[in-house]
């Protein structure tokens, strides 16, 4: 009996092993079929535009390593592309806790910043930012984001130093335009506190560094009027059209309070011809028909012309005004009031800026987009809806 024990016990063994090899493969199987039916169900949601649930599930199915590194990478990106910072830091966070090497962790870093950055956790960011600024790969990415930090906290003086310290590595057009906004907001600050020698410092250091910052252009124009200095603010204001044609909009009601009227109707106009030089701006043209010695079927003329030209609700509307007053009954004026009603309506209702970045449309005109917060960018509409 014994013996027949020996004889069973190797059977025994090939069968638990057998049995054991055959229980994993199952286990695999069902893992594999349960992985298939996830990454199924993903790619449903994707089709059904439900993106939430199909990258939960795709997070779900990808496992933190370092074979996996690009496309969870490329997961959390999209996350923090979405808005999901917190999930983007839960995936950086796992990135960091599995085995991958130093030059994949400082890159996962980087990432990380971006998404405290994008949260307003600042604190957090700053630390790691301060870190891979010493490094020459990653130094540029770091300056930016400390750079957008400064921003977001209005520390104007620190982001300025900043730019002098690395502007060797930034793009000469990146620093020029950042510095002089900066200048900008320190003149800003200045002007509120009633320090006008300070705020005309700064201003004249924004247009010594960039020439064609027409912020600084308007801001130092509308503060030497609020001194009475009207010819050096027409000097400032003058510069605009030649920099920026489609800034006229902007300038025109400065220019306008830089004179006394109807005193100076004559110098006033000769302004805005010189401006027409440059620019074809409906509200340039609605200016010049308004002051200039024309009788009302040459305005209507002029009007029409520039509508011909360039097709404009602006135009159309002020060309109904003039044709309302020209109407010899009372039923044409009082249809003609109906249109230019309408038209007017429209127009209210329209955006009047949009950034040539993003496409951000605003009835206020921001130097720093709110969107993609890039400077400078918004400017007033153009064509048959703008000016």
């Not at 059977?11 to 992985?35: C, F, L």
């Not at 010189?274 to 028909?289: M, N, T, W």
């Not at 012309?305 to 044709?323: A, D």
């Not at 007053?325 to 109906?338: L, P, R, T």
Request: charged content about 25%.
């Amino acid at each position: 009996m014994l013996e027949l024990l020996f004889l069973l016990l190797p059977i025994a063994v090939m069968y638990g092993w057998y049995m054991g090899v055959r229980q994993t493969k199952i286990s695999r199987d069902e893992s594999k079929a349960s992985q298939t039916r996830q990454f199924v169900s993903g790619i449903k949601f994707l089709l059904e535009e439900k993106k939430e649930q199909a990258s939960d599930i795709f997070v779900d199915l990808l496992h933190i390593n370092s074979d996996n590194f690009d496309a969870n990478l490329a997961l959390a990106e999209v996350y923090r592309v979405r808005g999901d910072a917190d999930k983007a830091i839960r995936i950086h966070k796992q990135i960091l806790e599995s085995d991958v090497s130093v030059t994949q962790r400082k890159l996962v870093y980087k990432e990380l910043a971006k998404d405290y950055v994008q949260i307003s956790l600042y604190e957090q960011a700053i630390p790691i930012l301060d870190e891979l600024i010493e490094d020459s790969t990653y130094q540029v990415s770091a300056v930016k984001l400390l750079l957008n930090i400064h921003q977001a906290l209005c520390d104007w003086d620190l982001g300025i130093k900043l730019i002098d310290q690395y502007h060797g590595i930034l793009s000469e057009k990146y620093t020029v335009g950042l510095k002089s906004q900066f200048f900008c907001e320190k003149a800003q600050e200045f002007i509120l506190t009633q320090k006008n020698d300070a705020a005309m410092e700064f201003l004249e250091k924004a247009i010594s560094l960039n020439p064609k910052c027409v912020r600084a252009y308007i801001i130092i124009s509308q503060l030497l009027k609020n001194l009475h200095r009207n010819s050096s603010a027409v000097e400032y204001l003058m510069k605009i059209p030649q920099i920026a044609p489609s800034m006229t909009m902007e300038m025109l009601p400065i220019l306008r309070s830089c004179y006394e009227l109807p005193r100076e109707k004559s110098v006033y106009l000769e302004q805005l011809k010189k401006i027409h030089e440059y620019s074809s701006s409906a509200s340039l043209i609605i200016e010049l028909a308004n002051f200039d010695e024309l009788d009302n079927e040459e305005t209507q003329e002029f009007i029409l012309m520039h509508l011909k030209r360039n097709p404009s609700l602006k135009l159309f509307s002020e060309l109904l005004k003039y044709q309302q007053i020209n109407a010899h009954d009372a039923v044409s004026k009082e249809n003609i009031g109906m249109i230019q009603s309408l038209v007017n309506a429209q127009l209210a209702k329209n955006p009047i800026y949009q950034c040539r970045n993003c496409g951000f449309q605003s009835k206020i005109l921001f130097w720093h987009c709110p969107n993609c917060s890039k400077w400078s960018t918004i400017e007033p509409i153009h064509g048959f809806e703008g000016d």
